[in-house]
């Protein structure tokens, strides 16, 4: 890995992704992108469960590939790159963590709700001891006061963390509440500062600037898009942006653009784009995993999925609450039924 980069990327399609795709990711495609990837010289390669380790679950979406699967094929090819695997504490396990340190994985991101790295220190100090580059990763940052937010990273920080990275799950955030959060958290850190947006306000290029602007160095991008909801900050087009920028990533350009159109598009089950139900996401912060499950439910129950995702905003649900979808999309269905009988 260049020690000349200005910024370095951690490409999430293939966890991220994992979402747009109800996980069903193959061996062979994760073969396919990882070896594109790597030899386009893209630092990091995430590869997991939408959810992290241990997500193949009835309530987060079923594998069709056991994610260690995966992520031994991805460690098996890639010759520069370092596979991340993202870990929930709750859903993952630290022996699942161990497992994928033995499979080859090199770093990883223990993901917390933004208010919640208390739970996390275990977690940290066994990647720690794995031998592991260390990222705690403060989910739907949107939803804490800045001075919260930097009292968790301060958090991540004491258990070990060697990088704090600011996650717009819901893709909620403004650029300027983005500045603000990774400023105060420049002034406050010692350690690595990292965004990763999601793109349901057409925000995430815009927030992911501010972000590099205001000192993050470690940065997620979804090639082609593939990402939750909307998607995120899309890679080979930050790529482009910040070479023009005269910031350096170190990526082949046109290798990127090359496995967006050639390998990624075939994968994807429609384009990517802000969609009505995308949109309201990031309108009413809510996290975006959670784009397909409400649709689905909407089906279900012959509602509007938007008016589910507006009521889990105003209901603060976040991650890990997927059984509330179904309970909010009944909720829902009976109070127009009862309006519809008077």
């Known amino acids: 890995m260049s020690d000349s980069r200005d910024v370095l990327i951690t490409e999430v399609a293939l966890r991220d992704g994992s979402h747009a795709v109800r996980h069903q990711f193959t061996v062979n495609q994760v073969t396919a992108v990882v070896k594109g990837l790597d030899e386009a010289n893209v630092p990091y390669i995430e590869v997991s469960h939408g959810d992290g380790l241990g997500g193949s679950s ?3 979406g079923l594998s069709l590939t056991n994610e260690m699967e995966l992520i031994e094929a991805a460690a098996a090819t890639a010759k520069n790159a370092k596979i991340a695997v993202l870990l929930l504490p709750g859903i993952g396990t630290m022996p699942e963590l161990k497992q994928a ?4 994985a090199k770093m990883a991101r223990i993901a917390t709700h933004v208010t919640e790295a208390d739970v996390a220190p275990q977690h940290i100090a066994l990647a720690k001891d794995l031998g592991l580059e260390t990222v705690g990763f403060l989910m739907m940052s949107h939803m804490a006061a800045t001075s919260k937010l ?8 004491s258990y070990g963390a060697d990088t704090v990275y600011v996650v717009d799950s819901a893709g909620a955030l403004l650029p300027h509440e983005v500045a603000e959060r990774i400023r105060a958290l ?6 690595n500062l990292g965004f990763h947006g999601h793109n349901n306000l057409s925000l995430a290029m815009a ?3 501010a972000a590099i602007k205001e000192g993050a160095t470690r940065i997620d991008g979804s090639i082609r898009c593939l990402g939750a909801g909307a998607g995120n900050t899309q890679t080979e087009v930050l790529a482009a942006v910040l ?3 005269g910031i350096k990533t170190g990526i082949d350009l046109y290798k990127m653009m090359d496995i967006a159109e050639q390998l990624v598009a075939p994968i994807l089950e429609k384009p990517q784009e802000i969609t009505k139900d995308s949109l309201v996401l990031g309108y009413a912060g809510v ?3 959670f784009l397909l499950h409400a649709q689905h439910a909407a089906r279900k129950f012959g509602i509007d999925s938007r008016d589910i995702l507006v009521e889990l905003g105003k209901r603060n649900v976040v991650g890990g609450q997927e059984d509330m979808i179904i309970d909010v999309a009944a909720e829902i269905s009976k109070r127009k039924t009862l309006v519809g009988e008077r």
């Open 186 to 191: 420049k002034d406050t850190l010692s350690i």
């Open 287 to 289: 996290y975006s995993s």
């Open 243 to 245: 070479d023009r920028m």
């Open 101 to 104: 340190a033995q499979l080859g």
């Open 207 to 209: 927030n992911t600037l």
């Open 58 to 60: 009835l309530q987060y």
């Open 150 to 157: 930097v009292e968790q990273a301060k958090l991540m920080e």
